[in-house]
């Protein structure tokens, strides 16, 4: 299978020269993903709510390679305040509790001070 490139239509993809997800064979690789609804070009002031849109962003760009949340093997969680983490726990594990990705979770500065959080996720698609 040829590799497959897809895009959220991200200005910044361009810029920066990557992709929203890489299919590879059976694997999609999500780059890290953040809470901007890119529709309307805004992202919400409150973590759960960027935390929640992140995981719509993630289901689409799976969506675009065959796969679902339920194909993700791993994440890897930016959070940019420690504090934030028990907010945002709840949410992760409503997306994740019965699919039990490995995750790795960091604290860090992202590019954007709006971003208050990042996800990005490698799937392996499932032959449906």
Known sequence: M?????SSGSAFEALAGYSRAV????WVFVSGTTGFDY???????????QT???FRNIAAALAQADATLADV?????YVTDRADFERVAPVIGKH???IRPTNTTVIAQLVDARMKIE????????PR
């Open 73 to 77: 093997v791993r994440a890897v969680i």
């Open 2 to 6: 040829s590799r497959k490139l897809i």
């Open 52 to 54: 929640e849109q992140t």
């Open 39 to 49: 529709k309307a070009g805004t992202i919400a002031d409150d973590v759960v709510e």
């Open 23 to 26: 299919v590879d064979g059976e």
């Open 96 to 98: 994740f509790g019965k």
């Open 119 to 126: 996800i990005e996720v490698t799937a392996r698609r499932t």
